[in-house]
């Protein structure tokens, strides 16, 4: 079994910082690609930043300088440092992460259960 268990959701207020964490754990050979997606009520699940194994990041344009996507591959953790967020940020947000089980198998996408964020006064 895999998990990926997210942490560091809330409420802030607008021009506030918040960091997401997300730690695989179970029978992993490899993890390849992670990411961040959003989902904000009435709308489609986005990707917000993703980070390769090599540490090759991309991003959202809506996010692009206000946010930043880590990852320690000795802690299977993806982070997700997020600066001067704006109302239009709020959404749940979902670790997405490309995991090898086995070598006779692909990788396959696994997902977090989600961390609410919430920017408001």
């Known amino acids: 079994q895999v998990q990926l268990v997210e942490s560091g959701g809330g409420l802030v207020q607008p021009g506030g910082s918040l960091r997401l964490s997300c730690t695989v754990s179970?029978?992993?050979?490899?993890?390849?690609?992670m990411g961040w997606y959003r989902q904000a009520p009435g709308k489609q699940r986005e990707l917000v930043a993703g980070?390769?194994?090599?540490?090759?990041?991309n991003y959202a344009d809506s996010v692009k300088g206000r946010f930043t996507i880590s990852r320690n591959n000795a802690k299977n953790t993806v982070y997700l440092q997020m600066n001067s967020l704006k109302p239009e940020d709020t959404a749940v947000y979902y670790c997405?992460?490309?995991?090898?089980?086995?070598?006779?198998?692909?990788?396959?996408?696994?997902w977090g259960q989600g961390t609410q964020v919430t920017v408001s006064s």
């Open positions: 980070i390769t194994s090599g540490s090759s990041t």
């Open positions: 997405n992460a490309q995991i090898r089980t086995s070598w006779g198998l692909n990788p396959t996408d696994y």
């Open positions: 179970g029978s992993i050979l490899r993890i390849y690609a």
